[in-house]
């Protein structure tokens, strides 16, 4: 696909549940971001990797909460003993350089809800 | 730090009215971006323009425009004879590249409704 696509769109977590969010860039794409977006507000940043390097986890909430790109190409975000406040829409952007204030293009999003 | 401002939570407008949408950020860098971006029922977001802070010359886009102020700290959105198909939530939202290492905060956005 040309776009940011991003799997799976909807998931339903048991407390205490691992889960894992996935996210395709488009094809080249040098930067990757992760953003949490509650309902009702903005995307708040999560975390920025330049290729496979994670340059930038400062927006991670707390240490269940992990990424990784290892191929510079794919994400994954892991979230681990998932937490009711985890509920929220996860988004993943792509931008064509490592210039992070570079047009960032979204993805769909991953509407976790944890119960 | 950094921070952006939407004040208007909810907009209704007629059709083929005019509407504008208010952003204030607050920044301490000389060197910054704006951007706008919207977010249809979908959910994803669809960047709709960029802006640093050295050019503020307004920009027209077909029904949109925008009217950067330094002066007043303000990024503002106006859709010129709106159409129901602009009904989405629109994001403000402010990078610095030098001091925040160009991550992007967001407004928490403003719900465009445009009724036929």
């Known amino acids: 696909g040309a776009g940011v696509s991003q799997s799976p769109r909807y998931k339903v977590a048991k407390r205490g549940q691992d889960v894992a969010l996935r996210c395709d860039p488009i094809s080249g794409h040098v930067s990757l971001f992760w953003y949490q977006q509650a309902l009702g507000q903005g995307p708040e940043f999560l975390t920025y990797?330049?290729?496979?390097?994670?340059?930038?986890k400062s927006g991670l909430p707390s240490d269940r909460f992990f990424a990784e790109r290892p191929e510079g190409s794919v994400s994954t975000l892991k979230i681990q003993r998932t937490q009711q406040e985890d509920s929220a829409v996860y988004l993943c952007?792509?931008?064509?350089?490592?210039?992070?204030?570079?047009?960032?293009?979204f993805g769909p999003g991953t509407r976790l809800t944890v119960l | 730090a950094q921070k952006v401002t939407q004040a208007q939570t909810e907009i209704s407008v007629v059709e083929k009215e005019d509407v504008t949408l208010d952003c204030v950020y607050e920044?301490?860098?000389?060197?910054?971006?704006l951007f706008w971006y919207k977010q249809p029922p979908s959910g994803e977001l669809v960047f709709l323009i960029r802006?640093?802070?050295?050019?503020?010359q307004n920009e027209i886009s077909g029904r949109y425009s925008w009217n950067f102020q330094k002066s007043t700290s303000s990024f503002n959105f106006t859709i010129t004879a709106s159409q129901v198909v602009d009904s989405a939530v629109y994001f403000c939202?402010?990078?610095?590249?030098?001091?925040?290492?160009?991550?992007?905060?967001f407004g928490d956005g403003t719900t465009l409704t445009v009724k036929p």
């Open positions: 920044t301490r860098d000389t060197t910054y971006y």
């Open positions: 990797f330049q290729n496979e390097a994670q340059l930038d």
């Open positions: 952007a792509s931008s064509p350089t490592s210039g992070r204030v570079d047009t960032q293009y």
């Open positions: 939202a402010l990078s610095e590249p030098n001091t925040n290492a160009g991550k992007s905060t």
């Open positions: 802006r640093n802070s050295f050019d503020e």
